[in-house]
């Protein structure tokens, strides 16, 4: 059984959530159907609590040359405001996880791991801080993050902010953060999202998250605004394209082949862990040549694909599934899977055995759902 | 709580069995299983003219979030299945001892089948 439970446990219970563990926390799976969870944030709103995730604030005169270092991106290139998704590597090029992290000073960033991720990804940091001088403080056991997301997204909080903050809320580009004042507390608010469309990400004290959550619930009368849980997340990830750690990604996993390569900054001239080795990766032609990828696979039956099912080229087994089920917007079953290179062009037909049975897919571009703009 | 019909027979993989004592047998699943599937938005059932055996798997219902085999609790001839539940598989969800049910058997033989409060005692059902 986890051990954790975030400060929305109550709320979650009152609306009927069934409960999964995720990352050692009981976090809501379903309220009532995950399709339509599904269903309202690609057409209206759904508001998730993702509390499990963690926080961890760096801050100090060499923060931005921190991160540099103990990251695979450029932080140090992040303009104050805005945000950038990244990864912690070991020295072996293996992912330790992905994460978002904020610029919110010159000297001050944000980092968000997974929740399975976060005391892990804290302590690396932690580790890898000495020599520099900068303070890493995992902030994730009293902060709370709530995240409204759907092309109603806007409306809804702009109920909840004065008029007088509103630009700061509609100007507010992807992958930046603003502190605005939300129902009466000033909060950081992003707009990021995993779910392919539109939408922000709220982060709060553990205390003042009920009321946040009841005031979101109650703006969002009249928006189709409806609670959604972790299996709603994941469907809309999916469709997304967008990788899941424990599935697309584990320490076993480079960036190369799980085609986040444009992540890792080769180029920056400072050092960071796992350089030497994802330039060797790299070099080899890890994902492009040689090896494995990511690719994503469109079912031509009904059946889907499930995680870890055999992907098959003429009988030989060439992958395996990391990711799959019905698409609900798409109406066919999508998958995300590692194939060898050589069976990675889009286009291809490959099998996927469903529990006994070849059944056709063809590899097709991601992301499979983008929304309109 | 799902919903356990009291009138009913249930096996241990969560179908249930209606049988009035003439004629074909209807089949389904249980509340229990539709809520612990989620969504269901596939169902593969076994062909009319068929045989299907008690404890053997003859299709199987696939929801967004996972899939399961789909056992027959009885033994013999598949007379009729409901082509509705194929078109729309959210008749399971919806109503899974009603518009939902399956498919029906000419029952030679019955497999381990429980009484609605065993059943609802194992799984944590509601009479």
Same mark, same amino acid.
């Given at each position: 059984?986890?051990?954790?439970?975030?400060?929305?446990?109550?709320?979650?219970?009152?609306?009927?959530?069934?409960?999964?563990?995720?990352?050692?926390?009981?976090?809501?799976?379903?309220?009532?159907?995950?399709?339509?969870?599904?269903?309202?944030?690609?057409?209206?709103? %759904?508001?998730?609590?993702?509390?499990?995730?963690?926080?961890?604030?760096?801050?100090?005169?060499?923060?931005?040359?921190?991160?540099?270092?103990?990251?695979?991106?450029?932080?140090?290139?992040?303009?104050?405001?805005?945000?950038?998704?990244?990864?912690?590597?070991?020295?072996?090029?293996?992912? @330790?996880?992905?994460?978002?992290?904020?610029?919110?000073?010159?000297?001050?960033?944000?980092?968000?791991?997974?929740?399975?991720?976060?005391?892990?990804?804290?302590?690396?940091?932690?580790?890898?801080?000495?020599?520099?001088?900068?303070?890493?403080?995992?902030?994730?056991?009293?902060?709370?993050?709530?995240?409204?997301?759907?092309?109603?997204?806007?409306?809804?909080?702009?109920?909840?902010?004065?008029?007088?903050?509103?630009?700061?809320?509609?100007?507010?580009?992807?992958?930046?953060?603003?502190?605005?004042?939300?129902?009466g507390d000033e909060l950081l608010l992003a707009r990021t999202g995993y779910t392919g469309e539109d939408g922000f990400e709220i982060y709060?004290?553990?205390?003042?998250? $009920?009321?946040?959550?009841?005031?979101?619930?109650?703006?969002?009368?009249?928006?189709?605004?409806?609670? $959604?849980?972790?299996?709603?997340?994941?469907?809309?990830?999916?469709?997304?394209?967008?990788?899941?750690? *424990?599935?697309?990604?584990?320490?076993?996993?480079?960036?190369?082949?799980?085609?986040? *390569?444009?992540?890792?900054?080769?180029?920056?001239?400072?050092?960071?862990?796992?350089?030497?080795?994802?330039?060797?990766?790299?070099?080899?032609?890890? %994902?492009?040549? @040689?090896?494995?990828?990511?690719?994503?696979?469109?079912?031509?039956?009904?059946?889907?694909?499930?995680?870890?099912?055999?992907?098959?080229?003429?009988?030989?087994?060439?992958?395996?599934?990391?990711?799959?089920?019905?698409?609900?917007?798409?109406?066919?079953?999508?998958?995300?899977?590692?194939?060898?290179?050589?069976?990675?062009?889009?286009?291809?037909?490959?099998?996927?055995?469903?529990?006994?049975?070849?059944?056709?897919?063809?590899?097709?571009?991601?992301?499979?759902?983008?929304?309109?703009? | 709580?799902?919903?356990?019909?009291?009138?009913?027979?249930?096996? $241990?993989?969560?179908?249930?069995?209606?049988?009035?004592?003439?004629?074909?047998?209807? @089949?389904?699943?249980?509340?229990?299983?539709?809520?612990?599937?989620?969504?269901?938005?596939?169902?593969?059932?076994?062909?009319?003219?068929?045989?299907?055996?008690?404890?053997?798997?003859? !299709?199987?219902?696939?929801?967004?979030?996972?899939?399961?085999?789909?056992?027959?609790?009885?033994?013999?001839?598949?007379?009729?299945?409901?082509?509705?539940?194929?078109?729309?598989?959210?008749?399971?969800?919806?109503?899974?001892? !009603?518009?939902?049910?399956?498919?029906?058997?000419?029952?030679?033989?019955?497999?381990?089948?429980?009484?609605?409060?065993?059943?609802?005692?194992?799984?944590?059902?509601?009479?």
């Open positions: 059984m986890s051990e954790n439970y975030t400060a929305l446990y109550e709320q979650h219970k009152k609306a009927g959530a069934s409960f999964t563990d995720f990352g050692g926390w009981q976090m809501p799976l379903k309220y009532e159907s995950e399709l339509a969870e599904h269903h309202a944030v690609r057409n209206a709103a %759904g508001l998730f609590d993702l509390s499990h995730m963690g926080e961890v604030w760096v801050a100090g005169p060499e923060a931005a040359a921190f991160l540099d270092y103990a990251l695979a991106g450029k932080l140090s290139a992040v303009a104050v405001g805005k945000a950038k998704y990244s990864l912690i590597c070991n020295a072996d090029g293996g992912i @330790i996880d992905d994460l978002i992290t904020y610029r919110r000073a010159d000297d001050k960033f944000l980092v968000v791991p997974n929740a399975g991720n976060a005391k892990v990804v804290a302590a690396a940091l932690k580790e890898r801080a000495s020599g520099f001088d900068v303070l890493v403080e995992d902030a994730s056991a009293e902060t709370s993050l709530i995240a409204v997301q759907g092309p109603n997204a806007e409306a809804i909080l702009l109920k909840l902010v004065p008029a007088e903050q509103h630009a700061l809320v509609t100007e507010l580009k992807y992958y930046a953060a603003v502190e605005v004042t939300i129902a709060i004290p553990n205390v003042d998250a $009920a009321g946040l959550w009841e005031s979101l619930l109650a703006a969002g009368e009249g928006h189709g605004l409806i609670p $959604a849980g972790l299996a709603a997340r994941d469907s809309l990830r999916l469709e997304a394209g967008m990788p899941l750690y *424990g599935n697309e990604l584990s320490r076993h996993v480079n960036a190369y082949a799980a085609g986040l *390569g444009p992540v890792v900054s080769l180029a920056k001239e400072s050092d960071f862990v796992g350089k030497e080795a994802l330039a060797a990766i790299k070099a080899a032609g890890v %994902g492009s040549t @040689i090896g494995q990828k990511l690719v994503g696979l469109k079912g031509t039956g009904r059946r889907a694909a499930r995680a870890h099912y055999s992907v098959l080229k003429d009988g030989s087994l060439i992958g395996e599934v990391t990711s799959g089920q019905p698409s609900p917007t798409l109406g066919y079953p999508v998958a995300l899977a590692y194939v060898d290179v050589e069976h990675s062009a889009v286009g291809t037909v490959v099998d996927v055995d469903l529990r006994g049975k070849a059944e056709p897919f063809e590899v097709v571009a991601l992301p499979f759902y983008k929304r309109q703009k | 709580m799902s919903k356990v019909v009291a009138e009913l027979k249930y096996s $241990a993989e969560h179908e249930w069995v209606a049988a009035d004592g003439s004629g074909p047998v209807g @089949i389904g699943i249980s509340a229990v299983a539709a809520d612990a599937l989620g969504d269901i938005v596939y169902v593969d059932l076994p062909e009319v003219g068929s045989t299907v055996t008690a404890g053997e798997t003859c !299709g199987e219902v696939e929801s967004t979030k996972s899939v399961s085999d789909l056992y027959s609790p009885v033994t013999g001839e598949v007379t009729e299945i409901n082509d509705a539940v194929v078109g729309d598989p959210a008749l399971i969800n919806n109503d899974p001892y !009603g518009e939902g049910w399956l498919f029906k058997v000419a029952a030679t033989e019955e497999g381990p089948l429980m009484s609605a409060e065993e059943y609802a005692a194992a799984n944590g059902g509601e009479l």
